[in-house]
């Protein structure tokens, strides 16, 4: 499956920002997806995870209550409010054939480029 994100780009503290990403090539809706990101001279780190029904879900605890994550057939989607200066990252969504990939990036197989998300003070 191939993946491209979009959504990302520069707000004040305490803005929203939603980002999208585009599926396309092999069945989605049988693919567990996730949310990624890399801040900085930092690895890149887990963000938030749903299953191939959407039935489960799973947060980082820094963004629990401030993000959420969503899919359907064509993508998945990550709702972000609240966002802080920490939040400033380059923003992955990836996805996995076996229908969860875990916290570890290493679950999953296809990735997209990015999007930059960058959050003022």
């Known amino acids: 499956v191939q993946l491209v994100e979009s959504g990302g780009g520069l707000v004040q503290a305490g803005d929203s920002l939603r980002l999208s990403c585009a599926a396309s090539g092999r069945a989605f809706n049988t693919y567990g997806a996730a949310w990624f990101r890399r801040a900085p001279a930092k690895e890149r780190q887990f963000v938030a995870e749903i299953d191939w029904t959407g039935g489960t879900i799973d947060y980082a605890d820094f963004v629990k209550g401030r993000f959420t994550i969503s899919r359907d057939n064509a993508g998945v989607y990550l709702q972000m409010n609240s966002l802080k200066p920490e939040d400033t990252a380059v923003y992955y969504c990836?996805?996995?054939?076996?229908?969860?990939?875990?916290?570890?990036?290493?679950?999953?197989?296809?990735w997209g480029q990015g999007t930059q998300v960058t959050v003022s003070s």
């Open positions: 990836a996805a996995t054939a076996t229908g969860w990939g875990g916290l570890d990036e290493s679950g999953f197989e296809s």
